[in-house]
């Protein structure tokens, strides 16, 4: 099969024990000429980074808008910055940290402003590097399309499920999971002003 990279991001990979060090090695000498790798020093940390930056996945997914629409859209980058804020401060109460990348430092960043600040420096960033006319949707998204199953559990559903064990509320990783579950089970988008009337009424 081909295997089609649509961002220029690196595959990260990492030891998440010490006695997987040599084969992790071997790995990316393996994929080296094939895809730009990464070895990074502490994957768990990589991994709750790498959550942290999907959490929106649902936000496409539910509403069936790629992302360079979605996140210019100014209630769904509002909701997007929101989700991320309480995923970063339920994971770190959690006893779970980011890494030192420098998309960790923005969503540390991001949890620590009080919530309007935040969303007016980040919510119109949060695109990126996806032009309004892409059509580029997540892999949530694409799973959905595909007939596949959902991911959402193990991405909102982390959350809520870190938010359940320490006692934190998660109403805007729970609500997006609650909704997405819904879109999987009926196909049926929702529009921006559907989903953030169904996030308002949890909060």
């Known amino acids: ?19 997987s060090t040599a084969r992790v090695a071997s790995v990316v000498e393996l994929l080296r000429n094939a ?19 999907n959490l929106n996945n649902a936000i496409m997914t539910i509403t069936g ?20 804020r309480e995923g970063v401060k339920t994971a770190q109460r959690g006893g779970h940290r980011l890494d030192q990348s420098g998309r960790a430092r923005t969503f540390r960043l991001m949890a620590l402003l009080p919530g ?25 998204l694409q799973s959905l399309r595909r007939g596949s199953t959902s991911e959402l559990d193990y991405l ?27 879109v999987f089970a009926t196909h049926r988008y929702l529009m921006p002003e559907e989903l953030l009337r169904e996030i308002r009424a949890l909060n």
Not at 65 to 84: E, N, S, Y
């Open 1 to 19: 099969g081909v295997v089609e990279q649509n961002t220029g991001a690196r595959l990260q990979l990492g030891a998440p024990f010490p006695e």
């Open 35 to 53: 895809a730009r790798t990464e070895v990074v020093p502490d994957i768990a940390r990589s991994r709750w980074t790498k959550l942290m930056a």
């Open 65 to 84: 808008l790629p992302i360079g629409k979605a996140l210019r859209h100014k209630g769904l980058a509002r909701l997007a910055v929101a989700t991320i």
């Open 116 to 140: 309007r600040i935040s969303a007016m420096v980040f919510a119109g960033r949060l695109a990126g590097s996806f032009p309004p006319d892409s059509v580029f949707g997540p892999s949530t």
């Open 156 to 182: 909102n559903g982390e959350i809520v499920a870190v938010g359940e064990r320490i006692g934190r509320l998660t109403p805007y990783n729970s609500g997006l999971l609650q909704q997405g579950r819904q």
